[in-house]
């Protein structure tokens, strides 16, 4: 339950040594700062625009273009075919696959994105995992800290698994979706093809193949013509 082959295919990852010997797919947030520190070896393949800020601990593959105005304070592993947009923050601990796109006003930390993910506007990943075409809609925020600052628990049918870390977003399975202005509290796991509505507020797992909707109901009522008004 919650292994990385539940919520992944690793074959969608160049770093998929990071999962080897990993019980609950979350643990991988550990391995990711000592897999850069000996494995990055930096470098610019890829094509600037204007003049972004790139710090000497990042690697850019080939094809991926980082527009003036972003910042990548690394380590960073950033793959081949990336669209890193004006005003995207790349903090420490990020690696991004192949083909992915990172957009205005997004900030990340400390996490793994799989190939071909989407995270296009206005969006926070910090200590997550996002696996293959995954998607955040405009504004969807994953929370990484609980309010108390205790550490995370993740909530399940099968009950409450307490994961030792005190930073952990979200795990986001292979093609999920994340609707507009959603907010995922720390420990949230959404399964494979799953879609979360706009506008929700989850905490929990969601297994794979599910929708979880949610509707606000709104009351209509006659605008009265004001005296001013002819």
Same mark, same amino acid.
């Given at each position: 339950m919650h292994t990385p082959t539940d919520y992944f295919d690793l074959q969608h990852t160049e770093h998929r040594v990071i999962f080897e010997n990993v019980d609950y797919v979350w643990q991988a947030l550990l391995k990711i700062?000592?897999?850069? @520190?000996?494995?990055?070896?930096?470098?610019? #393949?890829?094509?600037t625009i204007g003049k972004p800020f790139i710090s000497n601990m990042v690697f850019i593959g080939e094809g991926t273009i980082i527009e003036q105005g972003a910042m990548?304070?690394?380590? %960073?592993?950033?793959?081949?075919?990336? &669209?890193?947009?004006? $005003?995207?923050?790349?903090? &420490?601990?990020?690696?991004?696959?192949?083909?992915?796109?990172?957009?205005?006003?997004?900030?990340?930390?400390?996490?793994?994105?799989?190939? &071909?993910? @989407?995270i296009p506007h206005y969006n926070y990943v910090g200590d997550s995992i996002l696996g293959y075409r995954a998607h955040l809609g %405009?504004?969807?925020?994953?929370?990484?800290?609980?309010?108390?600052?205790?550490?995370v628990t993740v909530a399940g049918p099968e009950g409450t698994i307490c994961t030792g870390l005190r930073k952990f977003g979200a795990i986001l399975g292979d093609h999920a979706e994340i609707?507009?202005?959603?907010?995922? =509290? /720390? $420990?949230?796991?959404? $399964?494979?093809? =799953?879609?979360?509505? /706009? $506008?929700? @507020?989850?905490r929990g797992v969601l297994p794979a193949?599910?929708?979880?909707?949610?509707? @606000? &109901?709104?009351? #209509?009522i006659e605008r009265r013509r004001s005296v001013n008004n002819s």
């Open positions: 700062a000592p897999y850069l @520190q000996f494995r990055l070896k930096p470098a610019i #393949l890829g094509k990548i304070k690394g380590p %960073a592993w950033i793959g081949n075919d990336c &669209e890193i947009r004006n $005003g995207c923050y790349i903090r &420490e601990n990020v690696i991004m696959g192949n083909g992915i796109t990172a957009g205005n006003s997004c900030e990340f930390k400390n996490c793994l994105i799989f190939d &071909e993910a @989407q %405009a504004g969807a925020i994953l929370s990484n800290v609980k309010l108390d600052k205790t550490n609707g507009c202005n959603s907010v995922l =509290s /720390p $420990g949230s796991l959404i $399964g494979r093809h =799953s879609v979360l509505y /706009p $506008g929700s @507020q989850w193949h599910r929708i979880a909707k949610f509707r @606000q &109901e709104f009351s #209509l």
